[in-house]
């Protein structure tokens, strides 16, 4: 008991100090004028959050990676924003068009910067897209957010996991609630989500194909989590899989 007893001080004590970070950056934030309130317009080189914003949404409206936007802008969790708050969405540092960065006036314009995807433009907005299933199993648990916002599909141990749709991986790494996740872009309006994965087969920026291998489950029984989401939001991923014999 003691063992355990250690162990929940030790990850409470985690948490408590994650909270005083955030709560320590936004009193720096108030002090230095970047200002709490949704409505108001965010600097140049920011975005504030709005209702129903993930962070693969933010990413995916201006050309980021997830990862990238975590780091900026120092998220203990890629999994937790709040409306209004203010997000990096160029690299810090970045000299700004009046003056140079770090002056101490606050948030600073900056100059644009290259995008991390250098995908030619996207066609017209996609109403559909035709997914394959990412991995053989039965599902054992359907749409029904927002409990699930997903299936999650009982796999053979060791089995791969497949891309449903040709796409760019735009995060790869563990993620809380979800594992190790995979993400999948498959245009300005669809991802794909793989989670509780084993290890990715796939890196972070790579060109994949259909069908082909993002990654393995484990070799214990264990459930794939797989998402769709419509401009950022999940849908219900029934609705685009092929129907199975």
């Not at 003691?2 to 936004?26: C, K, S, V, W």
Request: proline residues 8%; glycine residues 14%.
């Amino acid at each position: 008991m003691t063992g355990t007893t250690d162990t929940t001080d030790t990850t409470n004590g985690r948490r408590r100090r994650a909270l005083g970070l955030l709560a320590a950056a936004a009193a720096a934030c108030l002090a230095a004028g970047c200002g709490t309130l949704a409505s108001e317009p965010a600097p140049d080189g920011y975005y504030r959050v709005q209702s129903g914003d993930t962070l693969y949404s933010v990413a995916q409206r201006h050309k980021r990676s997830v990862r990238d936007l975590t780091r900026w802008n120092q998220l203990p969790s890629a999994d937790r924003i709040e409306v209004g708050q203010l997000l990096r969405i160029r690299p810090p540092g970045t000299a700004s068009a009046g003056g140079s960065a770090g002056s101490g006036s606050g948030p600073v314009a900056v100059r644009d910067t290259p995008r991390v995807d250098s995908s030619p433009p996207a066609r017209a907005p996609a109403t559909s897209i035709r997914l394959q299933w990412p991995a053989e199993g039965r599902v054992t648990a359907g749409y029904g957010p927002p409990a699930s916002k997903g299936l999650s599909i009982d796999t053979p141990p060791g089995s791969a996991v497949r891309a449903a749709a040709a796409g760019k991986a735009i995060h790869v790494g563990n993620l809380r609630g979800y594992g190790m996740l995979v993400i999948i872009k498959h245009d300005d309006n669809w991802l794909t989500v793989y989670g509780n994965l084993d290890k990715p087969s796939v890196s972070e920026g790579v060109q994949v194909s259909g069908g082909q291998e993002v990654g393995r489950m484990g070799r214990s029984d264990s459930e794939l989590h797989f998402e769709v989401r419509n401009n950022g939001k999940p849908v219900d991923p029934a609705g685009l899989l092929p129907a199975r014999g």
